[in-house]
């Protein structure tokens, strides 16, 4: 809680804040305090600490840490959270200090924060959003998605990040929602459980990572139990169509959905709290099927699309209409057209002020009548105007034969596969198009003890035949909706998982394209 406590106050101050993601390391972090000119740092542990204290005496601006954890050190440059605490109580009382004027005097174009993007190359950039950035994607995303005081929301994505900061830390804290923090990532399913949410914020790895122990669960059942299952689905994607188009099926369907629910739909919802209203989900694509699979059960998963740069929600699905394949419609106040290149562009109170430092970066993405470009790819469908993400503009792949192809939808196929933990396709300038796979190890070792295949060395196991040939045989799965110059030709296992840590993935979860091919190709 020090950690909202903290933003919070300085926020009230009229004070800049600076998020910093706790898994960077020592030399990424003091490029940050430095290129923001930050003066104090505000650390979590002694792991955290210790990273600071390192290069502290080589920052000229900053003048010191004030430690969450209250350590004892004896270091004149480090302040405990507690000693902040009195400090200010002592403050407060000897100058007759009141938190509510001094909040009221932040004005709408007063910078409010910098968050640096974990770009793919070459520095990160720091955004510049200011008070009305953020308070109008607050007003705006509220009124897509109505919460009360009623709400239970679970955290779990860092609110370093602007999805969770905007969404689950401003938003729900000024609608008097009650938060939970998760643990962590891997206590998602347990914690969900106890705290029954109404609402969780996520990426859309955790909602691939449910479909999937929800469907090898399955596949261990009885025939008996497959079968009604395979037929409550069936039936959930005919009442799907009415479901998310906020209606209820009537009639013989609605009859069977019923059914449908109490034999299957129902314990799939108490596996997630029993009193989900929605999931949403943003920072990446959602795979149309997986979203299809939840609504099946009557369990909308909302996806959302945005940037660091915009606050970040550009469009949302809505809850009396969500569509698979769709990012959904602009929210209030945000003017959203399509360029020639068929690049997204986005206006309006959501759009950062720039980059720290670095007018040549902002213009770059700024034109002068406020429009903002957003690197993505996408159009809009006739029907309802809902948006369609087709790609990032850099990522398009172009192959030595001179077709266009976008690697996004191969990789969201490749990962519905159970055995498939992480995946990027390459083949720019190439002549046929690869995949570098990450293996599900929890999925692939109960596999290879089924199969009598016994390594202990990772290298050994992926780079046994029989292996080989269960992923030759997943991966052809996943291009069967491709033509043949989309298709993966060829492929090679991963022996460890791309980390933050190791500077392969975002802190959302993304992979840096640039980082794993030059580390793997």
């Not at 030399?27 to 000119?37: H, M, V």
């Not at 640096?116 to 200011?130: A, D, F, I, R």
């Not at 069967?480 to 090679?492: C, D, I, Q, T, W």
Request: contains cysteine; glycine residues 8%.
């Amino acid at each position: 809680p020090r950690w909202a406590i903290s933003d919070y106050a300085i926020a009230c101050l009229g004070a800049v804040s600076v998020t910093v993601y706790p898994t960077l390391i020592a030399s990424q972090i003091k490029y940050i305090l430095d290129d923001s000119d930050s003066i104090y740092v505000i650390t979590e542990n002694k792991e955290q600490t210790d990273k600071i204290l390192s290069f502290i005496s080589e920052s000229d601006g900053l003048k010191g840490i004030i430690a969450m954890d209250d350590q004892s050190d004896t270091a004149s440059n480090i302040l405990s959270f507690s000693e902040i605490l009195e400090n200010g109580a002592r403050y407060i009382s000897e100058n007759e200090f009141n938190l509510d004027e001094a909040a009221k005097s932040a004005m709408p174009e007063d910078l409010l924060t910098l968050i640096y993007t974990s770009g793919t190359t070459g520095n990160p950039k720091g955004v510049m959003l200011m008070h009305k950035n953020l308070v109008s994607n607050m007003k705006a995303t509220s009124q897509a998605l109505e919460m009360t005081e009623s709400e239970v929301l679970l955290s779990f994505l860092p609110l370093s990040h602007v999805f969770e900061r905007m969404s689950g830390h401003y938003t729900g804290f000024s609608k008097g929602v009650t938060t939970y923090y998760a643990e962590s990532i891997d206590t998602v399913a347990d914690n969900m459980m106890e705290v029954r949410p109404t609402v969780v914020i996520a990426v859309p790895r955790l909602y691939e990572k449910i479909h999937t122990k929800v469907l090898d669960k399955v596949s261990k059942d009885p025939p008996k139990k497959q079968k009604i299952f395979r037929w409550a689905i069936g039936i959930g994607k005919e009442a799907a169509k009415y479901l998310t188009r906020g209606q209820n099926p009537s009639g013989l369907l609605g009859i069977k959905f019923k059914i449908a629910d109490k034999l299957v739909f129902s314990k799939l919802k108490a596996r997630v709290g029993g009193r989900l209203r929605c999931f949403i989900s943003g920072g990446a694509p959602l795979n149309a099927q997986v979203g299809q699979f939840f609504a099946s059960a009557n369990i909308p998963i909302l996806e959302g699309y945005g940037l660091t740069e915009t606050s970040p929600v550009i469009t949302t699905n809505r809850e009396e209409l969500y569509k698979f394949g769709t990012v959904g419609k602009p929210i209030e106040g945000i003017e959203v057209k399509i360029a020639e290149d068929g690049e997204i562009l986005c206006r309006g109170d959501n759009v950062m002020k720039g980059y720290y430092n670095n007018p040549e970066a902002t213009n770059e993405v700024l034109d002068n009548d406020g429009w903002f470009k957003t690197g993505d790819i996408g159009n809009f469908d006739d029907e309802d105007g809902y948006l369609q993400i087709t790609d990032r503009k850099k990522s398009l792949l172009v192959t030595s034969g001179g077709k266009n192809i976008a690697p996004a939808p191969l990789e969201l196929s490749l990962c519905l596969s159970k055995y498939i933990e992480q995946c990027l396709v390459i083949g720019d300038r190439r002549n046929f198009i690869s995949a570098l796979i990450v293996p599900s190890f929890e999925f692939l070792n109960a596999w290879a003890e089924e199969n009598n295949i016994h390594h202990d060395d990772r290298k050994l196991l992926c780079s046994d035949s029989s292996v080989l040939e269960l992923f030759d045989q997943e991966v052809q799965n996943a291009m069967e909706l491709f033509s043949g110059y989309e298709r993966v030709k060829k492929f090679a296992l991963m022996e460890s998982e791309w980390t933050i840590e190791s500077g392969e993935i975002t802190p959302k979860m993304s992979v840096k394209r640039k980082v794993v091919e030059n580390n793997y190709t």
